[in-house]
T-cell receptor
Framework: SQQGEEDPQALSIQEGENATMNCSYK?????LQWYRQNSGRGLVHLIL?????REKHSGRLRVTLDTSKKSSSLLITASRAADTASYFC???????????FGKGTKLTVNP | DTAVSQTPKYLVTQMGNDKSIKCEQN?????MYWYKQDSKKFLKIMFS???????INETVPNRFSPKSPDKAHLNLHINSLELGDSAVYFC????????????????FGPGTRLTVL
């Protein structure tokens, strides 16, 4: 069954603006991962945050995790047209090697 | 160098046919996966192999049969194709499975778009 739910489903912003995407999940997790998918391509891993971490940075990406609220957010700062893609959160469930993906947020960055 | 490759990239076939999709990874990973992405972009795991052994087998029709001849390859054979099988199929790999910290980072292939007419 589906675990993660991204919000919003679609987001359109101007280049230079920040983009925030949220992910909520239902059961306990060991880690949460964010992936990007450009149109017609495979998924690319962006960042992994473990259940005992609250925040993680990678370049222009900032991920937060709130296990009490079962939610995570992905912030892309100073967005670029090349950031246009779908972004998925995926949860690594406790005691499992399986990743469960959400439906994704489609981000459009207008030049 | 392509890390995870799939062939073919596109596959168009008639209902009732049998087809195979091949996947190879050159990352030296122990675990490989097959996912199905439907028209609404929902990505669902189908199978996972670790060191050629099946470890995940989701509720998938018996018409789908994965085969892992070695750690670097995981092929997907589909019998008696149906219209509902139309989707994009992704192969992925990860270094390991069942880490103490949960699921490992996965590396995806470019996908195979299957269209059943």
């Amino acid at each position: 069954s589906q675990q993660g739910e991204e919000d919003p489903q679609a987001l359109s912003i101007q280049e230079g603006e920040n983009a925030t995407m949220n992910c909520s999940y239902k059961t306990s997790i060991n880690n949460l991962q964010w992936y990007r998918q450009n149109s017609g391509r495979g998924l690319v891993h962006l960042i992994l945050i473990r259940s005992n971490e609250r925040e993680k940075h990678s370049g222009r990406l900032r991920v937060t995790l709130d296990t009490s609220k079962k939610s995570s957010s992905l912030l892309i700062t100073a967005s670029r047209a090349a950031d246009t893609a779908s972004y998925f959160c995926a949860t690594g469930l406790g005691g499992s090697e399986k990743l469960v993906f959400g439906k994704g947020t489609k981000l459009t960055v207008n030049p | 160098d392509t890390a995870v490759s799939q062939t073919p990239k596109y596959l168009v076939t008639q209902m009732g046919n049998d087809k195979s999709i091949k996947c190879e990874q050159n990352l030296g990973h122990d675990t490989m996966y097959w996912y199905k992405q439907d028209s609404k972009k929902f990505l669902k795991i189908m199978f996972s192999y670790n060191n050629k052994e099946l470890i995940i087998n989701e509720t998938v029709p018996n018409r789908f049969s994965p085969k892992s001849p070695d750690k670097a390859h995981l092929n997907l054979h589909i019998n008696s194709l149906e219209l509902g099988d139309s989707a994009v199929y992704f192969c992925a790999s990860s270094q390991d499975w069942g880490l103490a910290g949960g699921a490992d980072t996965q590396y995806f292939g470019p996908g195979t778009r299957l269209t059943v007419l």
